[in-house]
């Protein structure tokens, strides 16, 4: 019987191991900021942050609205954020969006990217380029993330 029952226990612990999370997710999981884009002026852009281990993605929805329709993956596009505590600055890139409708946010991403346990990443001072309709649109965050830093 205490074989049984200490087997059971094993199973069950086993079983409670394997569904708890992981790594403890960032926080918060959503900021805004506010970017000085070249050709298409001031426009807030709100991040949103998802976190697998040290596997993250981040979708910015920006304030300003496309033209024409844009087809999905069809914006290349390099998010640099900068680790406060080091001033390491980290990338978020790739060729990833929904389809967007004239008159709609532009939408970038989700954004594949890397970070360590314990990084602060903020906006303030770094870059978002993205190319629109072949056209490559260069923007400097010029404000931090409110709430923020992103937290991993």
């Given at each position: 019987?205490?074989?049984?029952?200490?087997?059971?226990?094993?199973?069950?612990?086993?079983?409670?191991?394997?569904?708890?999370?992981?790594?403890?997710?960032?926080?918060?999981?959503?900021?805004?900021?506010?970017?000085?884009?070249?050709?298409?002026?001031?426009?807030?852009?709100?991040?949103?942050?998802?976190?697998?281990?040290?596997?993250?993605?981040?979708?910015?929805?920006?304030?300003?609205?496309?033209?024409?329709?844009?087809?999905?993956?069809?914006?290349?596009?390099?998010?640099?954020?900068?680790?406060?505590?080091?001033?390491?600055?980290?990338?978020?890139?790739?060729?990833?969006?929904?389809?967007?409708s004239t008159g709609d946010?532009?939408?970038?991403?989700?954004?594949?990217?890397?970070?360590?346990?314990?990084?602060?990443?903020?906006?303030?001072?770094?870059?978002?380029?993205?190319?629109?309709?072949?056209?490559?649109?260069?923007?400097?965050?010029?404000?931090?993330?409110?709430?923020?830093?992103?937290?991993?």
């Amino acid at each position: 019987m205490t074989a049984t029952v200490t087997a059971t226990t094993a199973v069950l612990l086993a079983g409670t191991v394997a569904l708890a999370p992981g790594a403890a997710a960032v926080t918060p999981t959503q900021a805004t900021t506010q970017y000085d884009c070249d050709l298409l002026g001031w426009t807030n852009g709100q991040l949103t942050a998802t976190q697998t281990g040290s596997y993250v993605t981040i979708t910015i929805q920006l304030s300003v609205t496309a033209p024409l329709a844009v087809p999905w993956y069809s914006i290349p596009s390099t998010l640099v954020l900068d680790d406060i505590n080091t001033g390491r600055p980290v990338y978020f890139a790739g060729t990833v969006n929904p389809p967007i409708s004239t008159g709609d946010p532009i939408v970038l991403g989700p954004l594949p990217g890397v970070v360590d346990p314990g990084e602060s990443l903020d906006a303030y001072g770094q870059e978002l380029t993205f190319q629109l309709y072949g056209i490559r649109i260069s923007c400097e965050a010029v404000s931090p993330l409110s709430p923020g830093p992103f937290t991993f």
